[in-house]
Nanobody, 123 residues
Framework: VQLQASGGGLVQAGGSLRLSCTAS????????VGWFRQAPGKERVFVAA????????VYADSVKGRFTISRDNSKNTVYLQMNNLKDDDTATYYC?????????????????WGQGTQVTVSS
């Protein structure tokens, strides 16, 4: 499975972006999908994840209330709507397909990773 992340860019603080993650094909299992991010010089951290049917979502505390994850399984695509962006949101954002259907927070729970899309927030 190949993942293509897109939608990143340069935005002013307080602005919005919507990231997309499209899979080349549907996996044989009903997998969760997560978003992670990595800022320069820092470790990759969890942002948000969604279960296969979309009924269960989890968010990092730092983005709760500002980011919304959703998915359209007919398009093999997961979205991350990011509102009220802050300087601290600047990072490369990665999407990943989970090993199972549960939307976990740990890297080890994800099997396939996309190439990343850059988000830069300017103040």
């Amino acid at each position: 499975v190949q993942l293509q992340a897109s939608g990143g860019g340069l935005v002013q603080a307080g602005g919005s972006l919507r990231l997309s993650c499209t899979a080349s094909k549907r996996t044989s299992s009903n997998n969760a999908v997560g978003w992670f991010r990595q800022a320069p010089g820092k470790e990759r951290v969890f942002v948000a994840a969604i279960s296969w049917r979309g009924g269960s979502t989890v968010y990092a505390d730092s983005v709760k209330g500002r980011f919304t994850i959703s998915r359209d399984n007919s398009k093999n695509t997961v979205y991350l709507q990011m509102n009220n962006l802050k300087d601290d949101d600047t990072a490369t954002y990665y999407c990943a397909v989970g090993r199972g259907s549960y939307p976990g927070r740990a890297d080890r729970e994800y099997l396939y990773w996309g190439q990343g899309t850059q988000v830069t927030v300017s103040s």
